[in-house]
């Protein structure tokens, strides 16, 4: 018979299942240092290290309506760089995260400037950027997790930022199961007619 947590674990997963989320991924070597460190907290978990934009939904309108309206939006929006603060847990869903210490304005600006239209939704939390390190616990398990991340953070010696350039577009198509849709790329000029100059 499946623990409560288990079964926990389970509710979280399908409550997502079938809507988008907006990320933008870290590289390497951050990205495989908060991937074992998942996976060490949450076995069952398939991470792909990100920070996200906009928080799992269902979309108001069609795919190619939301697609669309991110390639519009972000236009004209530059990269910008995301530097990593300390372990954390959210009192109410009891998520173990890595706050963000620099970075936090950007990600709101373009939270708030993403979320309406086919992409709009009302948030069961308010956004608050962060980093997730292990999701749909239980609240009795969230302190000891928390206390071997912050260890194995303090132990890290790589890098701790990166920076926003490139966004993806993806949909959760099966229990930690996320795929990507569409990637855009920031702050890329789109090349213009040269005319020529007379001599």
């Known amino acids: 018979m499946a623990s409560f947590c288990e079964e926990k674990r389970l509710r979280g ?9 907006l990320v933008s991924y870290i590289p390497d070597p951050l ?5 074992d460190l998942r996976i060490e ?16 939904r269902p979309l108001a309108g069609d795919l190619k309506e939301a697609v669309g309206q991110i390639t519009r939006d972000t236009k004209g929006m530059s990269p910008f760089r995301v530097r990593l603060g300390t372990i954390e847990v ?3 869903s009891h998520v173990v995260y890595l706050g963000i210490a620099e970075g936090v304005t950007e990600l709101r600006e373009f939270y708030n400037a993403l979320n309406r239209g086919a992409l709009g939704y009302k948030e069961p939390f308010t956004y608050h950027p962060h980093i997730t390190i292990a999701q749909n616990i239980c609240a009795e398990e969230a302190a000891p997790l928390a206390a071997v991340a912050s260890e194995r953070w303090e132990k890290y010696r790589g890098p701790r930022d990166f920076t926003v350039s490139s966004l993806s577009f993806v949909q959760h198509v099966a229990p930690s199961i996320w795929t ?8 890329v000029e789109v090349p213009g007619v040269e005319v020529p100059v007379a001599p």
């Not at 990205?31 to 991937?35: I, S, Y």
Request: negative net charge; charged residues 20%; aromatic residues 8%.
């Open 31 to 35: 990205a495989r240092f908060l991937d």
């Open 180 to 187: 990507d849709v569409a990637a855009v790329s920031l702050g």
């Open 90 to 92: 959210f009192d109410k």
């Open 13 to 21: 997963e399908l409550l997502t299942l079938g809507q988008f989320a």
């Open 41 to 56: 907290l949450t076995p069952d978990c398939k991470p792909h290290a990100h920070v996200t934009i906009l928080p799992p």
